[in-house]
Nanobody, 126 residues
Framework: VQLVESGGGSVMTGGSLRLSCAAS?????MGWFRQAPGKEREGVAT??????????AYADSVKGRFAISRDIDKNTLYLEMNSQKPEDTAMYYC??????????????????????WGQGTQVTVS
């Protein structure tokens, strides 16, 4: 599976951006991660898809501000980011296909659990 992120850029505090992740193949579990300079990569949001239904989960730091969604027909994962803060500044990565699989109630949050990664897209909030 190849993943290609897009949509990053610079935005003012309180602004919005929408990230996209185009996938070459299907993976039931996908997620968005981010890594700020000098910090470990952290999970932002995850999505578990079964049929045409997607269950989502969020890190506490973005809950209520970010929204993850998936277009099955376009094989694309999205991350809508609103009310952005300077601490959201990071390289954002899309990930897919956990090595140990996933279930609706258990989608991995650790970056090391995922098999496939995109190249990342930079988000800067000032």
């Amino acid at each position: 599976v190849q993943l290609v992120e897009s949509g990053g850029g610079s935005v003012m505090t309180g602004g919005s951006l929408r990230l996209s992740c185009a996938a070459s193949g299907y993976s039931r579990c996908m997620g968005w991660f981010r890594q700020a300079p000098g910090k470990e990569r952290e999970g932002v949001a995850t999505a578990y898809t079964e049929g045409r239904t997607t269950a989502v989960a969020y890190a506490d730091s973005v809950k209520g501000r970010f929204a993850i969604s998936r277009d099955i027909d376009k094989n694309t994962l999205y991350l809508e980011m609103n009310s952005q803060k300077p601490e959201d500044t990071a390289m954002y990565y899309c990930a897919a296909d956990p090595f140990q699989g996933c279930t609706r109630g258990e989608v991995p949050w650790s970056w090391s659990a995922y098999r496939y990664w995109g190249q990342g897209t930079q988000v800067t909030v000032s």
